[in-house]
């Protein structure tokens, strides 16, 4: 059951990405390798493009069955990096492909579905939108008895008054990601990403014991029982 630390107190912008700075050094080998195998696997459905039918039929798939509740076990994984856990590769693959895998896929389609109605109305409404889904896979990733659909609303209550932040937080990666550019995305892989995913679930820790704290989330809300039928 989720427990909020008695001893909570508020971080800064700054105070988190200090935090993942260490965490990922500390286990950067397998962060390092975590990211390329998810860069690998997203990429791999322009291999098969130029197949008939087949091609098609996997570039379609992919995305929805693998990359999306991938990003689940990625974001469950940089999760205990940055809580100071050891972690191994499979574990990416162990939390996407069990515990209801279903779960994490219809809760990725959940959160793309309402992101591209809201991108629909223009190009701001859909990055405010974007930010307040952002945390979605990590409770699909670490709170196993939220729903799909409950896991979203979570992530509004958790972004509520906090988007602004998470937008300059977003914003402060660009020169990195210029870099990472530069280097045909090698300075990405080897440090970049690491310590961005590693950032980002630092916020996801901070901002659910935010919610926690003022009361805009109860714990039992993301350790709900689950329905025995």
């Keep these: ?22 965490a990922m050094a500390n286990q950067r080998g397998i962060s390092i390798l975590i990211t390329f195998l998810f860069m690998l696997i997203a990429g791999a459905g322009s291999i098969f493009a130029g197949i008939p039918f087949l091609g098609a039929l996997i570039v379609t798939a992919l995305p929805w069955f693998i990359v999306m ?19 191994g590769v499979g574990d990416m693959f162990t939390t996407t492909f069990t515990g209801n895998y279903l779960r994490k896929v219809g809760g990725m389609a959940w ?22 889904y952002s945390m979605t896979p990590y409770i699909l990733a670490v709170h196993p008895n939220v729903t799909a659909t409950d896991a979203l609303k979570l992530s509004l209550r ?3 008054g906090h988007k602004g932040e998470l937008f300059v937080f977003y914003l402060s990666w660009i020169g990195w990601l210029l870099l990472s550019g530069l280097t045909l995305g090698i300075l990405y892989i080897v440090h970049v990403g690491p310590y ?20 805009a989330i109860q714990p039992h809300e993301l350790d709900p029982q689950p329905v025995v039928a």
């Design 1 to 22: 059951m989720f427990e909020q630390n008695q001893a909570y107190t508020r971080l800064s912008r700054a105070q988190i990405k200090a935090n993942a700075k260490q």
């Design 69 to 87: 509740p991938l990003t689940v076990g990625m974001s469950g994984s940089f999760l205990n990096v940055y809580n100071g856990q050891q972690i």
């Design 111 to 132: 959160m793309s579905l309402w992101a591209f109605l809201w991108s629909l109305l223009f190009f701001v409404p859909g990055i405010i939108k974007a930010i307040a």
């Design 158 to 160: 958790m972004t509520q």
């Design 196 to 215: 961005m995913q590693t950032a980002m679930a630092g916020y996801f820790v901070e901002l659910r014991n935010r919610a926690v704290a003022s009361g």
